[in-house]
């Protein structure tokens, strides 16, 4: 997700539910150039609700862009870091959308539909930068369309999931790994039906046309009423995918951050065939990084915040990144990036919390697993 501001000039877009959220008092905020629900009953019932039993999530904000044509897989090969020739029919990938610096263009998912159709799940306020962007590295033969308005997305998550999905669709499930997807009716509605999500818990992502939207939607919601379904805004999302250590567009990752210093080496395979940034990455890889996105959890009382300078021995070293309250965890904990040689879990940091220097220190992310 990106909290990317649109430009000032642009309308604030609305999803085919902004009148459903409205109507059930969710607490609207602009997002990314979106009018979106933050809250509904609140992020702590809310964030809990993921985690113990399930919570549906309206992110028909992100943005869908399909790769078409015999060289498509050259060309998403071309701009993301990770290898989508490793994927299989059906499987999706998480990526990077890479500069030439080595540095994001954004995060996305990558889906394969067949070995000539892609589908990049893009960050909200960055879809239409993400689309230009692909369009002026597009020296291939292939088709890049903007499809975003064709589908809505839900998000159901959280241990009980699977089971309030299940009866409403006629496909197995269960047998659907993670991050792997398939097509087929939920509710009536044909549907892409994905096993990720963005909150560190089992779940799945659906992706349908958007006059379906409030029957999916309600038909959701009612299927999970008796398991404790809760309809959840962004501001749940946000600390669910901190607390499982996910990077942010805008905040842990930017077009200033490269794979290796926010500890996305895993999705930068430098073995595969050239892509943007390799070069500048694989010297980063040879010579070290200088920095590197730690976690953190304070351990007097304040919340250490985004942007705030983090101080070792009085003098600032780093940023955070993101940080605030963990729901359901007592403590304050934050992501933060500090030169490497001071990288180290159990260290102490301190945070200027404006007037105040505050101590934290450093633990390993995330701060969450889920049991699996």
Partial sequence: MSDTPAPATSPIRKTALNAMHRQMGGKMTEFGGWDMPVEYSGIIPEHRAVRERAGLFDVSHMGELAVRGHEALALVQHVTSNDASRLSLDQAQYSGLMTAQGTFVDD??????????????????????????????????????????????????????????????????????????????????????????????????????????????TGLLEAGKSSGILPCGLGARNTLRMEAGMALYGHEIDDTTTPLEAGLGWITKLNKPEFLGQAVIEKQQQEGIRRKLVGF???????????????????????????????????????????????SPGAGIEIQIRARTVKAKQVPLPFYKRAR
Avoid at 141 to 152: E, K, L, M, R
Avoid at 300 to 314: A, C, D, M, Q
Avoid at 319 to 333: A, D, E, K, L, Y
Wanted: negative net charge.
């Fill in 108 to 217: 996305l998912l990558v889906h394969k539909f067949t070995d000539e159709h892609y589908w990049l799940v893009v960050n909200a306020g960055n879809c239409t930068k993400d689309f230009s962007y692909i369009l002026a590295q597009n020296h291939f033969q292939a088709q890049v369309d903007n499809v975003s308005d064709g589908y809505t997305q839900l998000a159901i998550q959280g241990p009980r999931a699977l089971a309030i999905l299940q009866p409403l669709t006629s496909i197995a499930l269960a047998p659907i790994k993670y991050y792997w997807f398939t097509i087929g009716k939920v509710l009536g509605v044909e549907c892409i039906i994905s096993r990720t999500g963005y909150t560190g818990e089992d779940g799945f992502e659906l992706y349908f046309d958007p006059e379906h939207s409030e029957k999916v939607w």
């Fill in 297 to 343: 959890e304070m351990t007097e009382p304040g919340i250490g915040r985004e942007g705030y300078p983090v101080l070792i021995g009085g003098k600032p070293v780093g940023h955070v990144t993101s940080g605030g309250p963990i729901p359901g965890q007592n403590r304050n904990v934050g992501m933060a990036y500090v030169p490497v040689e001071l990288a």
